[in-house]
Nanobody, 116 residues
């Protein structure tokens, strides 16, 4: 049974950093393409970052390029999103899922709030 559990969110001031983690069970992350998504209040869920099989390449939403970095912690079988230079518009609930996403795999997400 596949399960993703997101953590690491919180309240941070503009310009600050957070490190999100998505712990996976039931599958080995390095064998799959994986995504980070986010959903802000009143908005649709959007794709933030993708890491392709065996971390051969990555892709990012234009608005987070140069600020966010996606990686896989193979030892912990966790998907990681390092977020730097955070902006108020990054405020959202962040989720991980496979690429393409499987509706059965959505977790509870982790709330990121960027505010002074």
């Amino acid at each position: 049974q596949v399960q993703f559990v997101e953590s690491g969110g919180g309240l941070v001031q503009p310009g600050g950093s957070l490190r999100l983690s998505c712990a996976a069970s039931g599958l080995t992350l390095r064998w799959y393409d994986m995504n980070w998504y986010r959903q802000a209040p009143g908005k649709e869920r959007e794709l933030v970052a993708t890491i392709y099989n065996a971390a051969s390449s990555t892709n990012y939403l234009n608005s987070v390029k140069g600020r966010f970095t996606v990686s896989i912690d193979n030892a912990k079988n966790a998907l990681v999103l390092q977020m730097d230079a955070l902006k108020p518009e990054d405020t959202a609930v962040y989720y991980c899922n496979r690429n393409p996403p499987n509706d059965a795999y959505w977790g509870q997400g982790t709330q990121v709030t960027v505010s002074s």
